[in-house]
């Protein structure tokens, strides 16, 4: 049998009708910003595999420092343990993170970092004999699959099913171009009238991903950020798709004057290598737990909590991150994309073109509507596949998010794929 016939026998793969969709392509192997099928035909992976890989696939370096560690020490128990990989990996993102974070907990994907950032919220309130438990989003947010983070995220196709079993939230709109002010406004009009049930706002700083790649200023989430310090609102930053440089610093809440409470990260942590999620805090809040009450405990772990082949990758993924090399990677990249969001506007069959750092999104005019499901997503995704490159639009909206190993011709190429497509 083939891999993909094989596949097809016994596989369930995420995020797809498997009675529909196109049979998987198998990947035999990947390099750079390439991936290889079993024709050796390469797919140029523009989205970096969900938005995971920073430094182009199997990384040498990477996959010296995994293998090291690998007959080091390939796991222990985090409880009552501690090693080398977890502690040098928390030091070291605890330095880089914006805003006085001081203690780390890991866990090992981006929604149980999601998890454990509104335990620790809601936790910390009730440690202190407060009991704050309503959460204030995002419309439009995503902050990942389980039932806590899926109730914080907009309610969706994706959630319909399960949506009389997540806990309300209150939602407000999302503070774009033009709509701060409507935005802020009714921010603080909730939070008056919530006054002291709520006890956090967790929100994807400058970009919501999957809700569409939706950005907003920095100068709007400041002073949301500071309406919530005034009425004792935890803030909960989830930079786990824009953390590790994507939005041209390393992180986005580095735009920002005012500092979150708590910050999850995962997706680029290990560089795209592996599995890994972490929850950094204040003191302030880690100081709330601390107690002779073992009630007062965060009860909350996962089996393969600080993983030290995944820290060993987070910490060499990190080696290159802050390598001036990467640095003139990044800022080349936002320029590529600044100068092309100047051609694209000149095409009259998209709009919206946005653009920070990294990543660079648009939207397909489309008589259809927006949605998710709408035909155009999948025969634009074929168009580019047929082209040799992986771009899955997020409904009508196409983005380009490259591991930052990309050279100038390989982004070029993808631009001029897109110009064939969308050009008048
Ligand atoms: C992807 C994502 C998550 C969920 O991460 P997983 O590792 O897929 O569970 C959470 N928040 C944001 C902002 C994301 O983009």
């Not at 039932?147 to 099913?161: C, D, E, I, L, P």
């Not at 999850?264 to 999620?277: E, H, R, V, Y």
Request: proline content about 4%.
């Amino acid at each position: 049998m083939t891999l993909s016939e094989r596949d097809a026998t016994v596989i369930w793969h995420p995020y797809t009708q498997m009675k529909t969709a196109q049979t998987p392509i198998p990947i035999l192997r990947g390099e750079g910003v390439y991936l290889f099928d079993e024709n050796d035909k390469k797919y140029l992976d523009a989205v970096s595999s969900w938005w995971v890989n920073l430094h182009g696939h199997s990384h040498p370096y990477i996959a010296k420092k995994v293998s090291e560690q690998l007959s080091i020490l390939e796991h222990a128990i985090f409880a009552g343990f501690t090693h080398e990989p977890g502690v040098s990996l928390a030091e070291r993102l605890l330095k880089i993170l914006p805003g006085n974070q001081s203690k780390l907990f890991y866990t090992d994907n981006g929604s149980t970092a999601v998890e454990v950032a509104l335990k620790m919220a809601i936790q910390y309130w009730h440690n202190q004999g407060k009991e704050k438990n309503k959460i204030i989003v995002f419309e439009h947010a995503y902050h990942g699959d389980t039932f806590g983070s899926m109730s914080v995220s907009a309610r969706s196709a994706f959630t319909t099913a399960f949506d009389s079993l997540l806990f309300d939230v209150i939602s407000i709109p999302l503070p774009q171009k033009g709509k701060e002010k409507e935005s802020v406004i009714m921010f603080e009009s909730e939070l008056k009238k919530h006054k002291n049930s709520i006890a956090a706002f967790i929100f994807e700083p400058l970009i919501l991903g999957a809700g569409g790649m939706l950005m907003y200023e920095p100068e709007v989430l400041d002073s949301l950020i500071s309406a919530c310090k005034n009425e004792d609102i935890l803030c909960i930053a989830d930079e786990v798709m824009t953390g590790f440089g994507r939005t041209g610093k390393l992180f986005a809440c580095e735009y920002l004057n005012e500092e979150p409470d708590i910050i999850c990260l995962s997706k680029g942590i290990t560089g795209g290598t592996m599995a890994l999620g972490a929850t950094s805090c204040k003191q302030k809040i880690y100081d709330a737990f601390l107690s002779d009450d073992k009630l007062k405990t965060l009860f909350h772990g996962h089996s393969y909590t600080a993983n030290p082949i995944a820290c060993a990758a987070s910490l060499a993924s990190l080696d290159l991150l802050l390598s001036e090399e990467t640095k003139a990677f990044i800022n080349r990249i936002s320029k590529q994309h600044a100068d092309f969001a100047k051609k694209l506007s000149a095409y009259s069959s998209i709009e919206n073109i946005r653009y920070r750092g990294t990543i660079i999104a648009f939207d397909i005019k489309n008589k259809e509507g927006v949605s998710y499901f709408n035909s155009v997503r999948d025969e634009v995704y074929n168009f580019f596949l047929a082209h040799g490159i992986i771009l899955r639009p997020l409904g009508n909206t196409i983005y380009i998010m490259p591991p930052y190993s990309i050279s100038v011709k390989e982004l070029e190429f993808i631009y001029e794929i897109i110009e064939k497509r969308f050009s008048n």
